[in-house]
């Protein structure tokens, strides 16, 4: 039974068009992370929060945005889809332990025409 | 810069056993983690090292050495549902985790 889920889980949408990927959690965990997952490649990290208020940008997050207003829920925004988005994008979040493992949602497989 | 190398695909047989490395370079080290991916769904946690030695857990046992910056997972009597990619990951000096493309695992009966 997954603890953390992610909406839509598949997205068509056409160019131009702004976009929210929804992502909640139901754990209470402090950490949560987006990440853009190509098939065969690595993740890579778009944004992350520690916590309420709190929002860090990772190394693909130029053309999105994120909110933390709730534990439990963490939002990814694209202003502008373009076909370079299309992509699968992973929600994970973890305790506040470094050392603590990432739990992930199903995922959001977007496509943009 | 940081880097991870681990195979791109490795096949094996049913009942059999496999090691998957993973070599690192990155900056600092505070941890690496093994996930599991299979195909369409989400990474799930299998082990995490940060001193060196084996961990074992089941038929799972994941390996590390710090001063050759290698890891191994070895997966033992293979099932057919451990067909899947096998992502390694290492917490560096910033805490911020640096992924490998990870292994594409191919069980054959």
């Known amino acids: 039974e997954a603890d953390i889920y992610q909406t839509p889980r598949y997205l068509v949408i056409g160019t131009g068009k702004k976009i929210t990927l929804e992502c909640s959690q139901t754990m209470g965990h402090d950490k949560m992370y987006w990440y853009q997952q190509d098939p065969g490649m690595e993740l890579h990290l778009i944004h992350y929060s520690y916590g309420v208020n709190s929002t860090e940008k990772g190394d693909l997050s130029s053309e999105s945005t994120v909110s933390r207003i709730r534990t439990e829920h963490f939002p990814l925004t694209l202003e502008s889809a373009r076909p370079s988005h299309t992509s699968q994008y992973l929600c994970a979040s973890s305790e506040s332990d470094q050392s603590s493992p990432l739990h992930f949602g199903n995922g959001t497989r977007l496509t943009v025409t | 810069g940081q880097n991870i190398d681990q195979p791109t695909e490795m096949t094996a047989t049913e009942g059999a056993i496999v090691q998957i490395n993973c070599t690192y370079q990155t900056s600092g080290f505070n941890g690496l983690f093994w996930y599991q991916q299979h195909a369409g769904e989400a990474p799930t946690f299998l082990s995490y090292n940060v001193l060196d030695g084996l961990e074992e857990k089941g038929r799972f046992s994941s390996f590390l050495s710090r001063s050759k910056g290698y890891s191994y997972l070895l997966l033992k009597e293979l099932q057919m549902k451990d067909s899947a990619s096998y992502l390694c990951?290492?917490?560096?000096?910033?805490?911020?985790?640096?992924w490998g493309a990870g292994t594409k695992l191919i069980i054959k009966p």
């Open positions: 990951a290492v917490l560096d000096s910033n805490y911020q985790l640096i």
